[in-house]
C-alpha cells in the first residue's frame, strides 16, 4: 500500500523492488539477525515470543478451500503489510515480536442485544476451527494462497445478535505505540479502522482468523485474531483485533481517510477498475518463480465470482470500487 505522494511513478508497488533482489536483502537481513543472536559472554539467552516454538492448531478441512498450491510459509510469514510495524515487507517479521497477545481480549460493541469482552480464549473455542485456504490478492498487484484456521464471522454475529439498525460492521486493531513502533509514523491514522457491510461479514467466506499452516496465527499475520475476507483487497483484512462494532453508517477506513481517491469502501478485486497508478487487470503470484515470471490474470471478486456476486446486484461497482 503506498499513499500517492507522486503522479511520476506511474508502476506497481511490487514492482520496485524486484524479487531477486529483495530475496537477496531478506537473507542478508536473516545473517545479520542470526548475528544478533549469537550469545555475548555472561548473557543468558532469554525466551523471548519470537524464539517461541510454534502453538499448533488444529483445523478440519473446509469445502471453501482451494485447491491451489499453497504459498510457502516462509513467504506468508516473512512478506507483510502491517504498517504498526513498519511499511517495508520484512518489517512485520523482524517488529511483531513485541505484540504481546496475551492477555487479549476483543470488545464487541454497538447496535448488538448481545454487547460484551470476549476473552481470546472464549473466541477460539466459540466454533470448531476450520482450515480455509483462500486465494488472497494485495491491491499493490501481488497474491498468495494461503491456509487460514479459524471459522466463519458470522458465528459470532449470531450470537451477539445486530439489532435493525446494524448495518455495517467495524474492526479496530491495537494501537499501542509501546509495541508497534509503525505507529510512530503518521501514515495512517491510527487505530488502523476496517469496515464491512453487514451482509458481506455475515457472508461465509469471511473468516474469523485465529491460525494459519497449523498453527495459532503468527504476530506478523495479525495475532491473535483477524479478519479475512478472500473476494476483496488484503487492506480490508484488519489484523490484531480489539473491537467489533456494529453501527448504522458506513465506517470511514484507515486506507480511505489515507487516500480517498485510491481506496473506495468495498475494494473489491476487480480487474476492471484500475488503481488511479496502475492496472489491476494481472497479478504476480508470490512464489510463482521471481520478478520474472508470468503474470497471471486478475479474477473478478478474486474468483469467488460464484459465491459474492449477488451481494452487489445493481450496484454500479466502478462508482462503488
Ligand atoms: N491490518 C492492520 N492493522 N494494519 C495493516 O497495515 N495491512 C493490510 C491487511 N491488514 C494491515 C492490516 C494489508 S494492505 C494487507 S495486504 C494484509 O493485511 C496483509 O496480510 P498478511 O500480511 O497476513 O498477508
Redesign the pocket.
Known sequence: ?LIRTSSQHPVQPSEITPRRVYERRRDIIRAAGAAALLPVAGAVAQPTPANLPPQKLAGRPSELSTGEPRTSYED?TTY?????FGTDKDD?ARHAHRLRTRPWTVSVEGAVARPGVYDIEKLLALAPIEERVYR?R???GWS?V?PWLGYSFAELIRRVEPLGSAKYVEFE?LADADQMPGLRSPV?RWP?I?GLRLDEAMHPLTLLCVGLYGEVLPR???APV?IVVPWK???K????LVAIRFVEKEPLTAWHLAAPREYGFYSNVNPDVPHPRWSQATERRIGDGGFLARKRKTLMFNGYADQVASLYAGMDLRRHF
Open positions: 500500500m506468508v507483510n503489510n502491517f504498517y504498526e512485520p488472497m494485495c491491491v499493490e498468495m494461503i486493531t495512517l488502523y476496517e506478523q499475520n495479525g483477524r483487497y488484503g487492506f483484512s484488519g489484523k490484531s
